[in-house]
């Protein structure tokens, strides 16, 4: 297998989450059991397997490698993907497809479907991927998976076996569907992106950006650009509520070891332990 970028790995509630994210460098991760990933901003040879993708927006460092992936899929004789992204996108990437077909002379096939805030997606028969608006300097969206369950509904809940199967025989509808948010991804965003949706403080897992980190930078003006800053999650550090919080996509102006050390400072103890930061 080749390992050509950097990439780091860790599991939670029978959960891989796996990727990389750097500002400005790259972003892309995949949760291999939910067969789907989010950004596209490179391409490990091994995500390829991966059908759908969800991209947050099209900033180069997370949509470089949307042309890499389709290609790859197509020489390796795997279905066309399926791709989401902010449906004003959607004509410019098919765009850029082209072009590189008449530079590649190969084929991009792939299904480019929009992602717009409120947009509810069926991943599987369990799983649903519901779209949130977030805040960054072009049109954003972060995505949130659900796991659906059939619950039986409380004034049945005291019957035989056999009386619950004669009540759906006559068509009595005895159970409802439930909800429970598993992941939230934020792509880049303000601090707007997590309070207009505060259902992604709940979630299991919240994979969140922490762009800037560093005291002296103005966060007016990081507000401005589309991120956030580490006193922002200060700022909301009792609203995670989150079993594992993932804090990525860190400034390059900043050594894994400043980011480590100004973290710990502002937030000692890193949430209880539940904060890790994707260095």
């Given at each position: 297998?080749?390992?050509?970028?950097p990439l780091?790995?860790?599991?939670?509630?029978g959960?891989?989450?796996?990727g990389?994210?750097?500002?400005?460098?790259?972003?892309?991760?995949?949760i291999p059991?939910?067969?789907?990933?989010?950004?596209?901003?490179?391409q490990?040879?091994?995500?390829?397997?991966?059908?759908?993708?969800?991209?947050?927006?099209t900033?180069?460092?997370?949509i470089?490698?949307l042309?890499?992936?389709v290609?790859?899929?197509?020489?390796?004789?795997?279905?066309?993907?399926v791709?989401?992204?902010p449906?004003?996108?959607?004509?410019?990437?098919?765009?850029?497809?082209?072009?590189f077909?008449?530079?590649?002379?190969?084929?991009?096939?792939?299904?480019?479907?929009?992602?717009?805030?409120?947009?509810?997606?069926?991943?599987s028969?369990?799983?649903?991927?519901?779209?949130?608006?977030?805040?960054?300097?072009?049109?954003s969206?972060g995505y949130?998976?659900?796991?659906?369950r059939?619950?039986?509904?409380?004034?049945?809940?005291?019957?035989?076996?056999?009386?619950?199967?004669?009540l759906?025989?006559?068509?009595?509808?005895?159970?409802?569907?439930?909800?429970?948010?598993?992941?939230?991804?934020?792509?880049?965003?303000?601090p707007?992106?997590?309070?207009?949706?505060?259902?992604?403080?709940d979630?299991?897992?919240?994979?969140a950006?922490?762009?800037?980190?560093?005291?002296?930078?103005?966060k007016?003006?990081i507000?401005?650009?589309?991120?956030?800053?580490l006193?922002?999650?200060?700022?909301?550090?009792d609203?995670?509520?989150?079993?594992?919080?993932?804090?990525s996509?860190?400034?390059?102006?900043?050594?894994?070891?400043?980011?480590?050390?100004?973290?710990?400072?502002k937030?000692?103890?890193?949430?209880?332990?539940r904060?890790?930061?994707?260095?």
């Amino acid at each position: 297998m080749f390992e050509n970028i950097p990439l780091r790995k860790c599991q939670h509630a029978g959960l891989t989450i796996e990727g990389y994210s750097r500002a400005a460098v790259q972003t892309c991760w995949r949760i291999p059991e939910l067969k789907c990933g989010f950004d596209l901003g490179v391409q490990p040879w091994d995500f390829m397997g991966t059908p759908t993708w969800f991209v947050s927006h099209t900033h180069l460092d997370h949509i470089a490698a949307l042309a890499v992936y389709v290609s790859r899929r197509r020489m390796m004789k795997m279905d066309p993907p399926v791709i989401y992204l902010p449906a004003n996108s959607i004509d410019h990437c098919l765009a850029m497809l082209r072009s590189f077909t008449r530079l590649d002379k190969g084929a991009m096939p792939c299904e480019l479907l929009p992602a717009e805030p409120g947009d509810e997606i069926e991943l599987s028969r369990e799983l649903v991927v519901n779209v949130f608006p977030t805040r960054h300097t072009i049109t954003s969206v972060g995505y949130m998976v659900s796991e659906r369950r059939k619950k039986l509904k409380e004034e049945f809940q005291g019957l035989q076996g056999t009386e619950i199967r004669d009540l759906r025989m006559k068509g009595v509808e005895v159970s409802h569907e439930t909800r429970m948010p598993i992941l939230a991804y934020t792509g880049d965003t303000q601090p707007r992106g997590l309070d207009d949706n505060p259902e992604v403080f709940d979630c299991k897992i919240l994979i969140a950006e922490m762009t800037f980190i560093a005291p002296d930078h103005r966060k007016e003006k990081i507000h401005k650009h589309g991120h956030m800053h580490l006193d922002d999650w200060v700022a909301r550090k009792d609203r995670f509520n989150n079993e594992l919080i993932i804090a990525s996509h860190f400034s390059t102006r900043y050594s894994d070891q400043q980011i480590r050390r100004m973290v710990e400072k502002k937030l000692p103890g890193l949430l209880g332990g539940r904060l890790n930061l994707w260095l």
